[in-house]
């Protein structure tokens, strides 16, 4: 009888502490922008109004702020979101990383879920990262992105049977990318703890995939996951800046973009069907060495 009691108790405690920690494990999204980008922001923003799982808050750091026409930010600041947003400015040049870094470093959350200004967020993002931190209490995360011309196939996620690896080493994990398909470098979740340790370098290029490679050989709990939760605008890329001078070549006007994420959303509320199943198989029987799954 004293083992039955003392075994309901520690059920009942165990049940206290996921409850807790669910409650507990606040979201910060993550969002490093270009001046050039700023007009991306309203949309994006929206979106994540319309995520399963709303975030508690949105930290935006925006380089170069003073070259943004004012109504942009004001727009930003004006409206009452469904989550709280924080908006740094400042007015000097900075790349990705160092972007990244401020936003950071003024966050509160205890999940730190990275997105870039010009990519697109699926509505199951928040929710599917914040299923696997919970279940495997993981420091780093890194899925798949699709390319814009393929959004079609987005997908509606069972998140209980999305496929995940745990590679043991970083060269682990690019045989996966190989095998699986693309991985997002600069959009990864980390937990609060692992920025305290490990920051983007203030390189122009290579610093997401640098960040990574730091967390690998000083950080365990990593896993990929196979879905793909971020549409990639290849042509919003800064891999198309003129390094020049920093300017873009590609700036949409803000109010045409607006209406195409108003429009994709309402094709995503008529086509999430449960597509997800096939994908699953594809990524089961592709090859992958077995010490590199768990």
């Not at 995940?164 to 609060?192: E, F, L, M, V």
Request: glycine share 2%; net charge positive.
């Amino acid at each position: 009888m004293g083992i039955s009691k003392n075994f309901t108790l520690l059920l009942s405690l165990c049940s206290v502490y996921a409850l807790t920690h669910k409650e507990d494990l606040k979201i910060s999204i993550i969002i490093p922008c270009h001046f050039n980008h700023a007009h991306l922001l309203h949309p994006l923003l929206k979106l994540y109004e319309r995520q399963t799982m709303l975030p508690d808050e949105l930290v935006i750091s925006l380089s170069e702020a003073y070259l943004v026409d004012d109504l942009v930010i004001e727009k930003l600041q004006n409206k009452s979101w469904l989550f709280r947003v924080k908006l740094l400015l400042s007015n000097d040049k900075k790349y990705a990383g160092q972007n990244r870094n401020l936003a950071c470093s003024n966050a509160e959350g205890h999940l730190f879920i990275c997105q870039d200004a010009d990519d697109i967020p699926h509505p199951q993002r928040v929710e599917t990262i914040k299923y696997f931190f919970e279940r495997f209490h993981m420091h780093h995360l890194m899925h798949r992105y699709i390319y814009s011309k393929d959004c079609s196939n987005f997908g509606w996620f069972n998140k209980k049977r999305i496929a995940y690896i745990k590679p043991q080493s970083y060269n682990a994990a690019w045989k996966a990318w190989n095998n699986i398909g693309q991985y997002t470098s600069g959009n990864p979740a980390i937990d609060r703890h692992v920025f305290q340790q490990i920051q983007w370098s203030d390189r122009p290029r290579g610093q997401d995939s640098e960040f990574n490679r730091k967390v690998y050989k000083k950080i365990d709990r990593r896993l990929i996951i196979w879905a793909p939760l971020l549409i990639y605008r290849e042509e919003l890329s800064s891999k198309n800046e003129d390094n020049a001078d920093g300017v873009f070549l590609c700036t949409p006007n803000s109010a045409k973009w607006e209406q195409l994420y108003d429009q994709f959303y309402t094709k995503f509320k008529h086509k999430f069907l449960q597509e997800s199943d096939k994908a699953f198989m594809q990524f089961c029987t592709c090859t992958i060495n077995q010490s590199d799954i768990d």
